[in-house]
């Protein structure tokens, strides 16, 4: 079994330190192996670090040809083309300007059976997995992907009971529609990924940092299973260092 290292925040002056930092990462690991699976984040963090691959790959196509994305959550109950899907996101972002719909893959967000879609996302991750790089964000309430506190998580993809901070999330900030529940790999899904890449940035995740860098690991704070993973990098700004 691997050893674990603990969890240590390297610190950036600035959210596009951090981005540029995060993006040589990408590039490095598509180096490596082409045909990489990289997990994606949406939201306020990853933004910038989509920027830079976008232009890298226009700069340099050849080094995204063979890359393979996963979608890591999506907001259950509005129509796919909503733009406050993690699928507009993600479409806008990376997937259409790279040209990669065929290598890509996600929930859909508004399945007739949200049950069977996770067990749909379940069974290509068991095909197709494990995760070479997952991209992760850091929640307000410590949730990862879509696994919020609560008194047992789940390992595999999942229907997930939204928060009252996750429905307040900036994506649906301008949505006249409110999810009605979250789709998300499970917790087991994220933790068999070879290496992750959590970001965190701004003033606002100061205290779920606190937290996080607690060594403990508990059911009401997701993310603090990350302690129990060999590779994580985590990324944070300095408005973001408790
Ligand atoms: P954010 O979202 O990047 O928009 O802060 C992170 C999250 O809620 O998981």
Known sequence: MTKTRPLT???????????????????????R??????????????T???????DRAQRKPALFRQARLLKLD???????????????????ALIKPLGL??????FRSDPLDPET????????????GPIDLCILGLGINGH????????????ESHVARLSSESLQHGMLKSSLKLPRYGLTLGLGEIMQSDTILLLVSGASKRA???????????????????????????????????
């Open 208 to 242: 779920p940092m606190r937290q996080l860098l607690q060594p403990e690991v508990r059911t009401d704070f997701p993310a603090s299973f990350l302690h129990l993973h060999p590779r994580v990098q985590l990324l944070i700004d300095r408005d973001a260092k408790p």
């Open 101 to 106: 719909q065929r290598r890509y893959h996600g």
């Open 144 to 155: 990862l992907a879509l696994n919020e506190p609560a008194s047992a998580l789940r390992a």
């Open 9 to 31: 925040p390297r610190v950036f002056a600035s959210h596009e330190a951090v981005s540029r930092h995060a993006a040589g990462l990408v590039i490095r690991q598509l180096t």
């Open 74 to 92: 999506e907001w259950g109950g509005l129509s796919m083309d909503n733009p406050a899907t993690c699928e507009h996101y993600l479409q806008n």
């Open 33 to 46: 192996k082409h045909d990489s699976l990289l997990c994606l984040a949406t939201g306020g963090t990853p």
């Open 117 to 128: 879609e996770c067990r749909r996302m379940a069974s290509w991750l068991r095909r197709h």
């Open 48 to 54: 910038r670090l989509y920027d830079l691959l976008r």
